[in-house]
């Protein structure tokens, strides 16, 4: 029964997030309905005393960087340097090679720090006039940006900056390079993989006479054709990218040589002396990398095209906040749930069955793919698992003696599996963006979702083969 209590809670919060349901409001309703089945007189002190810290721990922690990367990705697009990027980009890799153009384009931009939301709404017009201008159908638009910006360069490339890299160094005190060689080794097989099914599609459609326009299916959200407007040189508008990347990697190593283990300050107060504050360096350096990184990134577009953004900067960072906020809470909410239901009863049975799962690895790939499809999110479903089992993840790793390293990059990859599920807002979004219905588009999303998927016991089989990290 109490099995049951959990899987209906975890139901509910999926049906609602399909329907498409703040789970703001909603996380908190279904974990208080499973502790009121449950233990009905523990339904309030479970709120104050384990739902609300658990949030404020989360958003404490990675409120900062949904903010930074927002806001960077925000004047990335007001300075005009996301168009020139995508231009030069294109002009580059050829418009005869529109599929790959794209993909190339979402790489660039989420690996270099550019949140994937604003990917979609950047590189779509570019997309649109690429498929049309090479008659290629607008259905596969979708699966095109998802393979580019959802996949390889959020979470498996060593070094992104996305979330879905940063939440595991906080449980494993490991930084975003971790893995780096089964990191690449993944990300090379999900685009090989990737772009040929995409173009097996392309074929497929051309054969059967399909053009940009599907039968019956009437074209909405269609953007201007672009214009050739005057824009930046690409390797202006690329450098801040390129500083995010370098400073975010100089951060990581120079913060523990400066700082130490822990850092310690006594803060002015009146009255009666206060108490030491004790900050552990460790747990909080790759954040703090990260997040440098992004300020540097953001300092350095204001330098190269201040005068450009400052004309909109007080809207587009009015929006770039609204959105911060808005994943920030989503996450932390959804990390609020799971810190509940991991308390319940009923989630031991859930525990001891995966923990039937003899390889640690594979154990760990598992839990946090199928939280992260359940809760339709990457960082939310990973934010569950390893506030749930991140001490046994960490005593398998030593009983297995297998590096916390692989254990980071797995559940970061497995993170971004089956999050993409019809209900996962990236995925509403993007249909919304590009004015398709998931009956028209969803097949090839959910098709690179598999390869996703698959590319994380590729990625462990790698390791136990030949020891790689």
């Not at 672009?226 to 450098?239: D, M």
């Not at 089992?389 to 990859?413: C, K, N, W, Y």
Request: contains cysteine.
């Amino acid at each position: 029964m109490n099995f049951l209590i959990v899987l209906a809670s975890l139901c509910f919060l999926m049906f609602v997030a399909y329907r498409g349901y703040s789970v703001i409001l909603f996380a908190p309703v279904a974990a208080l309905g499973a502790v009121l089945l449950t233990d009905p007189g523990m339904v309030a002190p479970m709120f104050t005393g384990l739902f609300m810290p658990k949030m404020v721990v989360f958003v404490q922690n990675y409120f900062p960087v949904f903010l930074l990367g927002a806001l960077f990705g925000k004047v990335i697009e007001l300075s005009g340097f996301s168009k020139a990027i995508v231009a030069a980009v294109i002009d580059f890799v050829g418009r005869e090679r529109a599929i790959l153009s794209i993909v190339v384009v979402c790489a660039l931009l989420t690996y270099f720090g550019v949140s994937l939301f604003v990917v979609v709404f950047a590189v779509y017009p570019f997309a649109a006039e690429l498929f049309r201008q090479s008659d290629i159908p607008k259905r596969l638009i979708p699966g095109t940006i998802a393979l580019g910006s959802f996949t390889f360069t959020m979470d498996s490339l060593p070094g992104t900056p996305q979330i879905q890299n940063i939440i595991p160094t906080t449980f494993f005190k490991t930084d975003i390079y971790a893995a780096p060689i089964l990191g690449t080794i993944g990300a090379i097989f999900i685009l090989v993989v990737g772009l040929s099914y995409l173009e097996w599609r392309r074929r497929v459609a051309a054969q059967a006479g399909e053009g940009y326009a599907m039968k019956g299916v009437e074209l909405v959200n269609e953007p201007a054709a672009f214009e050739h407007e005057k824009l930046a040189n690409p390797l202006l508008a690329i450098s801040p990218l390129i500083m995010v990347g370098v400073m975010n990697y100089v951060f990581t190593k120079m913060i523990p040589l400066f700082y130490g283990d822990k850092v310690q300050f006594v803060p002015a107060a009146v009255g009666k002396a206060a108490a030491p504050v004790v900050q552990s360096v460790k747990g909080v350096a790759a954040l703090w990398a990260v997040e440098g990184a992004l300020l540097v990134g953001i300092l350095i577009v204001f330098l190269f095209a201040g005068r450009t953004v400052m004309e909109k900067f007080s809207e587009g960072s009015k929006s770039a906040i609204a959105g911060a906020l808005l994943a920030s809470m989503n996450t932390a909410s959804e990390y609020g749930f799971g810190s509940i239901i991991a308390a319940l009863p009923g989630f031991i049975v859930v525990a001891n069955g995966l923990a039937a799962i003899p390889n640690p690895l594979v154990n760990e790939a598992i839990t946090v793919t199928s939280l992260a499809g359940i809760t339709g999110s990457a960082s939310g479903g990973m934010g569950i698992a390893l506030a749930a089992m991140a001490d046994t993840f960490i005593q398998s790793a030593q009983a297995a003696g297998i590096p916390l390293e692989v254990f980071h990059r797995v559940a970061s990859m497995a993170s971004g599996g089956m999050d993409t599920l019809p209900h996962n807002g990236a995925v509403i979004t993007l249909l919304m963006v590009t004015g398709l219905t998931h009956r028209v588009s969803y097949k090839d999303i959910f098709a690179i979702t598999c390869i996703k998927t698959f590319a994380v016991f590729v990625v462990i089989a790698v390791y136990y083969m030949t020891g790689l990290v």
